[in-house]
């Protein structure tokens, strides 16, 4: 093998490498939002009227007059991070994953959600503000144990 084929050989590697290297990199990072205004976001929620059907832990909505009682609440006790994939997921595929809190029949019918698509007018800012708004409305609480000593014999 001459020098050249051998450069060229470790030149291929190195890009290999990196591509290998960088794949892994987005995997784990997933992906990352622009920083949103949870301000903005409270006021898209109920612009967007978020709020027919849904409370949010810890916020006190407006009342939409003439509307039903909201039946979905958002935020509040959870045991794992909601993480703003999670609640992206949540906004613009609602039939992704289903609520777990809820009886399926509350929440979907024929396994579809309740919920409205916005996709096609909702905007990406107000998305990005919503899940900043919505976030830290959920407050991770770590599973009870019981922790049984069994007796050695
Ligand atoms: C017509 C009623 C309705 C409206 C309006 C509505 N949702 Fe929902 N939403 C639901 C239902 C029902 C669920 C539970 C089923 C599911 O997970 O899709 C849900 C679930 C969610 C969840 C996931 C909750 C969880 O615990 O997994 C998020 C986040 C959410 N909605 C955000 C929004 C936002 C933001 C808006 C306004 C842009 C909105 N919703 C408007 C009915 C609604």
Same mark, same amino acid.
């Given at each position: 093998m001459n020098a050249r084929t051998l450069i060229a050989l470790l030149v291929g590697c190195l890009i290999a490498l990196t591509a290998c290297d960088r794949e892994a990199y987005m995997s784990q990072q997933g992906f990352r939002l622009p920083d949103g205004d949870a301000e903005a976001g409270r006021k898209a929620f109920v612009y967007l009227q978020c709020h027919e059907c849904h409370t949010v832990a810890g916020d006190d909505l407006p009342e939409i007059a003439g509307a039903p009682q909201p039946y979905v609440e958002l935020?509040?006790?959870?045991? $794992?991070v909601k993480t703003y994939g999670d609640l992206v997921t949540s906004i613009?595929?609602? $039939?992704?994953?289903?609520?777990?809190?809820?009886?399926?029949q509350v929440v979907a019918d024929d396994g579809e959600s309740k919920m409205h698509v916005y996709n096609s007018y909702m905007t990406v800012q107000q998305l990005v503000d919503i899940v900043m708004y919505l976030q830290p409305t959920y407050d991770v609480q770590a599973p009870e144990y019981h922790y049984r000593i069994y007796p050695l014999s």
């Open positions: 935020g509040g006790k959870v045991a $794992s613009i595929n609602p $039939s992704h994953r289903l609520a777990t809190r809820y009886a399926e």
